[in-house]
Protein backbone atom coordinates (compact mmCIF):
# COMPACT_ATOMS: atom_id res chain seq x y z
CA UNK A 1 0.00 0.00 0.00
CA UNK A 2 1.50 3.25 -1.05
CA UNK A 3 2.23 5.94 1.88
CA UNK A 4 1.96 9.37 1.74
CA UNK A 5 4.65 11.81 2.55
CA UNK A 6 5.35 14.29 5.29
CA UNK A 7 4.28 16.82 2.67
CA UNK A 8 1.01 15.47 1.86
CA UNK A 9 -0.14 14.94 5.76
CA UNK A 10 0.86 18.36 5.99
CA UNK A 11 -1.42 19.84 3.36
CA UNK A 12 -4.54 17.63 4.64
CA UNK A 13 -3.93 18.96 8.06
CA UNK A 14 -3.75 22.44 6.75
CA UNK A 15 -6.48 21.72 4.66
CA UNK A 16 -8.57 20.34 7.92
CA UNK A 17 -7.89 23.43 9.82
CA UNK A 18 -8.68 25.79 6.66
CA UNK A 19 -12.23 24.29 6.72
CA UNK A 20 -13.11 23.81 10.26
CA UNK A 21 -11.91 27.96 10.81
CA UNK A 22 -14.58 28.43 8.85
CA UNK A 23 -17.09 26.00 10.56
CA UNK A 24 -16.54 26.98 13.88
CA UNK A 25 -16.86 30.42 13.43
CA UNK A 26 -20.17 30.34 11.58
CA UNK A 27 -21.87 27.69 13.99
CA UNK A 28 -19.68 27.70 16.88
CA UNK A 29 -17.47 25.07 18.71
CA UNK A 30 -20.01 22.90 20.57
CA UNK A 31 -22.32 23.33 17.13
CA UNK A 32 -19.67 21.67 15.39
CA UNK A 33 -18.90 17.77 15.46
CA UNK A 34 -15.94 15.91 14.15
CA UNK A 35 -17.89 14.83 11.38
CA UNK A 36 -19.03 17.76 9.90
CA UNK A 37 -15.63 19.12 10.08
CA UNK A 38 -13.98 16.32 9.06
CA UNK A 39 -16.81 16.36 5.76
CA UNK A 40 -16.41 20.03 5.15
CA UNK A 41 -12.59 19.51 4.47
CA UNK A 42 -13.60 16.61 1.80
CA UNK A 43 -12.49 13.66 4.13
CA UNK A 44 -13.65 11.08 6.57
CA UNK A 45 -13.83 11.06 10.32
CA UNK A 46 -11.12 7.80 10.10
CA UNK A 47 -8.55 10.56 9.14
CA UNK A 48 -9.46 12.91 12.02
CA UNK A 49 -7.12 10.83 14.28
CA UNK A 50 -3.92 11.11 12.12
CA UNK A 51 -3.47 14.49 12.71
CA UNK A 52 -5.45 15.71 16.67
CA UNK A 53 -5.50 13.76 19.16
CA UNK A 54 -9.09 15.81 20.02
CA UNK A 55 -11.50 18.09 19.24
CA UNK A 56 -9.77 20.42 21.41
CA UNK A 57 -7.01 19.89 20.00
CA UNK A 58 -8.05 20.63 16.42
CA UNK A 59 -10.01 23.80 17.98
CA UNK A 60 -6.58 25.40 19.53
CA UNK A 61 -4.58 24.83 15.78
CA UNK A 62 -7.56 26.58 14.08
CA UNK A 63 -7.06 29.40 16.96
CA UNK A 64 -3.67 29.69 16.38
CA UNK A 65 -3.95 29.60 12.59
CA UNK A 66 -6.40 32.05 12.31
CA UNK A 67 -4.79 34.30 14.92
CA UNK A 68 -1.32 33.77 13.35
CA UNK A 69 -3.12 34.91 10.17
CA UNK A 70 -3.74 38.21 11.76
CA UNK A 71 -0.59 39.01 12.72
CA UNK A 72 0.48 38.39 9.04
CA UNK A 73 -2.33 40.65 7.88
CA UNK A 74 -1.51 43.84 10.52
CA UNK A 75 1.72 43.54 9.38
CA UNK A 76 1.39 44.15 6.19
CA UNK A 77 -0.75 47.49 6.84
CA UNK A 78 1.11 50.94 6.54
CA UNK A 79 3.64 51.56 8.88
CA UNK A 80 2.21 54.09 12.38
CA UNK A 81 -0.84 54.62 12.62
CA UNK A 82 -2.32 54.94 9.42
CA UNK A 83 -2.45 51.34 9.68
CA UNK A 84 -3.92 51.22 12.96
CA UNK A 85 -6.32 53.18 11.63
CA UNK A 86 -7.05 50.76 8.30
CA UNK A 87 -7.43 47.63 11.02
CA UNK A 88 -9.80 49.41 13.18
CA UNK A 89 -12.13 50.17 10.26
CA UNK A 90 -11.74 46.86 8.67
CA UNK A 91 -12.76 45.29 11.90
CA UNK A 92 -15.73 47.32 12.62
CA UNK A 93 -17.32 46.82 8.55
CA UNK A 94 -20.41 45.81 7.30
CA UNK A 95 -18.41 43.20 5.07
CA UNK A 96 -16.83 41.51 8.79
CA UNK A 97 -20.19 41.93 10.42
CA UNK A 98 -21.69 40.10 7.73
CA UNK A 99 -19.12 37.27 7.14
CA UNK A 100 -18.14 36.08 10.67
CA UNK A 101 -17.08 32.72 8.62
CA UNK A 102 -13.97 34.58 7.53
CA UNK A 103 -13.73 36.79 10.16
CA UNK A 104 -11.87 37.20 13.75
CA UNK A 105 -12.02 33.76 16.01
CA UNK A 106 -12.38 36.71 19.03
CA UNK A 107 -15.42 38.08 18.24
CA UNK A 108 -16.97 34.61 16.98
CA UNK A 109 -15.60 32.24 19.32
CA UNK A 110 -14.33 34.34 22.29
CA UNK A 111 -17.35 32.53 25.03
CA UNK A 112 -16.76 29.49 23.61
CA UNK A 113 -12.34 29.24 23.83
CA UNK A 114 -13.31 30.43 27.77
CA UNK A 115 -15.04 27.12 28.31
CA UNK A 116 -12.58 25.28 26.46
CA UNK A 117 -9.46 22.85 27.80
CA UNK A 118 -6.06 24.67 29.33
CA UNK A 119 -4.42 24.34 25.42
CA UNK A 120 -7.06 25.92 23.41
CA UNK A 121 -7.14 28.93 26.17
CA UNK A 122 -3.13 29.23 25.98
CA UNK A 123 -3.34 29.25 21.90
CA UNK A 124 -5.67 31.93 22.11
CA UNK A 125 -3.62 33.74 24.47
CA UNK A 126 -0.39 33.49 22.71
CA UNK A 127 -2.15 34.27 19.41
CA UNK A 128 -4.03 37.18 20.65
CA UNK A 129 -0.72 38.86 22.34
CA UNK A 130 1.19 38.87 19.27
CA UNK A 131 -1.48 40.50 17.59
CA UNK A 132 -1.98 43.18 20.07
CA UNK A 133 1.90 43.60 20.21
CA UNK A 134 1.99 44.15 16.15
CA UNK A 135 -0.90 47.24 17.14
CA UNK A 136 1.36 48.03 20.03
CA UNK A 137 4.49 48.26 18.14
CA UNK A 138 3.04 50.87 16.36
CA UNK A 139 1.92 53.07 19.33
CA UNK A 140 5.07 52.64 20.87
CA UNK A 141 7.60 51.73 18.62
CA UNK A 142 10.22 51.99 21.43
CA UNK A 143 8.83 49.82 23.85
CA UNK A 144 5.76 47.59 22.47
CA UNK A 145 4.52 46.12 25.60
CA UNK A 146 4.37 49.53 27.29
CA UNK A 147 0.71 49.59 25.35
CA UNK A 148 -0.40 45.80 25.60
CA UNK A 149 -2.76 46.68 28.26
CA UNK A 150 -4.27 49.72 25.96
CA UNK A 151 -4.24 47.55 23.36
CA UNK A 152 -5.97 45.29 24.64
CA UNK A 153 -8.58 46.89 26.60
CA UNK A 154 -9.52 48.87 23.02
CA UNK A 155 -9.74 45.42 21.36
CA UNK A 156 -11.96 44.19 23.94
CA UNK A 157 -14.48 46.73 22.98
CA UNK A 158 -14.03 45.91 19.19
CA UNK A 159 -14.97 42.76 19.61
CA UNK A 160 -18.26 43.64 21.96
CA UNK A 161 -19.05 45.84 19.42
CA UNK A 162 -19.53 43.25 16.42
CA UNK A 163 -20.74 41.09 18.78
CA UNK A 164 -23.77 42.72 19.05
CA UNK A 165 -23.74 44.54 16.01
CA UNK A 166 -24.28 41.10 14.25
CA UNK A 167 -26.66 40.15 17.01
CA UNK A 168 -29.05 43.06 16.69
CA UNK A 169 -32.75 43.00 13.85
CA UNK A 170 -31.81 46.71 12.72
CA UNK A 171 -30.06 47.31 10.46
CA UNK A 172 -29.36 50.87 10.29
CA UNK A 173 -29.21 50.04 14.82
CA UNK A 174 -26.37 48.14 13.88
CA UNK A 175 -24.52 50.06 11.28
CA UNK A 176 -24.35 53.00 14.39
CA UNK A 177 -22.79 50.72 16.64
CA UNK A 178 -20.60 49.99 14.10
CA UNK A 179 -19.62 53.62 13.48
CA UNK A 180 -19.43 54.52 17.36
CA UNK A 181 -17.72 51.33 17.42
CA UNK A 182 -14.90 52.91 15.49
CA UNK A 183 -14.93 56.52 17.07
CA UNK A 184 -14.49 54.58 20.26
CA UNK A 185 -11.64 52.05 19.34
CA UNK A 186 -9.73 55.11 17.90
CA UNK A 187 -10.30 57.29 20.81
CA UNK A 188 -9.03 54.41 23.57
CA UNK A 189 -6.00 54.11 21.44
CA UNK A 190 -5.45 57.79 21.92
CA UNK A 191 -5.84 58.29 18.00
CA UNK A 192 -8.80 60.34 15.90
CA UNK A 193 -10.14 59.56 13.07
CA UNK A 194 -7.88 60.55 9.58
CA UNK A 195 -4.47 61.24 11.64
CA UNK A 196 -2.48 60.91 9.00
CA UNK A 197 0.86 61.24 11.05
CA UNK A 198 2.89 58.57 11.18
CA UNK A 199 3.58 58.37 15.15
CA UNK A 200 1.19 57.85 17.47
CA UNK A 201 0.51 60.22 20.00
CA UNK A 202 2.20 60.16 23.57
CA UNK A 203 0.64 57.12 25.71
CA UNK A 204 2.44 58.43 28.55
CA UNK A 205 -0.40 60.78 29.93
CA UNK A 206 -1.36 61.89 33.93
CA UNK A 207 -3.63 58.36 35.52
CA UNK A 208 -7.20 60.15 35.80
Request: charged residues 25%.
Amino acid sequence: MARYGKDHKESTRRRIVEASGRRLKSDGVHASGISTLMADAGLTNGAFYAHFTSKDDLVASVVAEQLGDQVTTMAALPDGVDGIEKFVRAYLSVAHRDHPGDGCPSAALLDEIGRCDDAVRRAYTDGLLAVMDVVGARLEPAEPSAARVRVLAAFAGMVGTLQMARAVTDPRLSDQLLAQGVRNALTALGLEPGDATSQARPSRRTSP
